[in-house]
C-alpha cells in the first residue's frame, strides 16, 4: 500500500477510484435496459462481482486503505477482523495484516467433522473473549448471510462494532437485520448504492435519464423488474 500511498487519499477519492475501476473491469454492471436474471428469478438492473478486484494490486490496496478509513472515520479500533466465508476472507485477512491484528473466518454453518467449527482461526474451545470485533463482508443485498454471520460473532463473546463491506445496496430489509441484533450492529459500507449511480454519471458509464428507473429499482427491487417488462423468471420444477 505504501507505494501507491493511497493512505494518504481522502475516502471520497478512493471511492471514486474503486468504482471507477469497478465499472471499467466490469466487476460493476449495470444494465437497466437489458437486467440480468438474480438467483432468485427476479431480474435486476445490477450485478457485482467484488472477486474481481481482487486481480488488480492496486485496486485490493485501494479497497483495503478504503475500509480502514471508514474505521477510522468512525473512531472504532477493533481488536479482531472476522471475514465472512468465503467472500469476504480475502479482504478481511488483507486488512487485519494492514492493521496488524488477528484474523478470523466465520462460516456459513459449523462443520460437519473434525472440530466442528463455525469461526475458524481459533480452537474449537475457545471465544473472542469480548474482544471488540469488526466482521467484514463483501456485499451486502438483503443481508441474511452478513447479519447471521455477525450473530455468530456474537454468540462467541464478540463484541461486535460494526459489518464493514465494500459494496451496500441499501436495501431497507438488511438495515432491519442488523437493527435487530442484540446488540444492534451498524453497517459501513465503502461503496452505497446512491454513490454508485452518482460516480456512473460522471463517467458517462450511465446517461441521466436512466437515474431514475435505477432509483426506484432501489426503494422495491421485487417488484421492479415486472414494473418495467422484465417478469421474474420462475425456476423449473
Known sequence: MKEKNFESYALRELQQAIIGKALEI???????????????????PIYNDNRMLLALPGTRSMVVAGLSKLL??????????????????????????DLELPFAYIRDKPKDHGLKNRIEG?????????????????????GGSSANAVQAAQEAKGNVYSCLSIFNYGFPEAQQLFANLTPPVMVQSLITYPRLLEEAVKVNYLKPDQIEML??????????????GFPKVEKEK
Open 26 to 44: 466490469g466487476a460493476i454492471k449495470i444494465r437497466p435496459t437489458d437486467p440480468f436474471t438474480w438467483a432468485s428469478g427476479y431480474k435486476m
Open 122 to 142: 481459533m480452537d474449537s474451545d475457545k471465544d473472542f473473549n469480548n474482544a471488540k470485533v469488526i466482521v467484514v463482508e463483501d456485499l451486502i443485498s438483503t
Open 215 to 228: 432509483k426506484d429499482w432501489s426503494k422495491s427491487p421485487l417488484e421492479w423488474g415486472a414494473k418495467n
Open 72 to 97: 477510522k472515520n468512525e473512531g472504532i479500533q477493533p481488536q479482531v477482523i472476522a471475514g465472512t466465508a468465503t467472500a469476504g476472507i480475502p479482504w478481511g485477512a488483507m486488512l487485519a495484516y
